[in-house]
């Protein structure tokens, strides 16, 4: 299995950037999906998450009505668009696959996530 991150990169602040994670060798409709980052010095922590029908999404609070999450089941990919970008939210930015019998328990919870991707920098200039 393979989760591959792309679309970080240096952007200023307001700005915005998509992030997408394409998956190989997995079952993706059997998967929701989820983003982290993890900051220098810091914890890694849950971003966002899409079921894996892709009827529910969750959001961290200090992403909400900036970041959008969706899927695309026929191409085996999840998108994160972020708009309004702010310093902090500089990190690397992970994707995180969790099979479908964890259903709609607590999202933010690495330990739930079967596979991550390697990561993509996203560095926003004040």
């Known amino acids: 299995v393979q989760l591959q991150a792309s679309g970080g990169g240096l952007v200023q602040a307001g700005g915005s950037l998509k992030l997408s994670c394409a998956a190989s060798?997995?079952?993706?409709?059997?998967?929701?999906m989820g983003w982290f980052r993890q900051a220098p010095g810091k914890e890694r922590e849950f971003v966002a998450f899409?079921?894996?029908?892709?009827?529910?999404?969750r959001y961290a609070d200090s992403v909400k009505e900036r970041f959008f999450i969706s899927r695309d089941n026929a191409r085996n990919m999840v998108v994160l668009q972020m708009n309004s970008l702010k310093p902090e939210d500089t990190a690397v930015y992970y994707c995180?696959?969790?099979?479908?019998?964890?259903?709609?328990?607590?999202?933010?919870?690495?330990?739930?996530?079967?596979?991550w991707g390697q990561g993509t920098q996203v560095t926003v200039s004040s």
């Open positions: 995180a696959a969790r099979h479908s019998l964890y259903g709609s328990s607590d999202p933010a919870l690495p330990g739930t996530y079967v596979y």
């Open positions: 060798e997995l079952s993706f409709s059997t998967y929701s």
């Open positions: 899409v079921s894996w029908r892709g009827g529910s999404a």
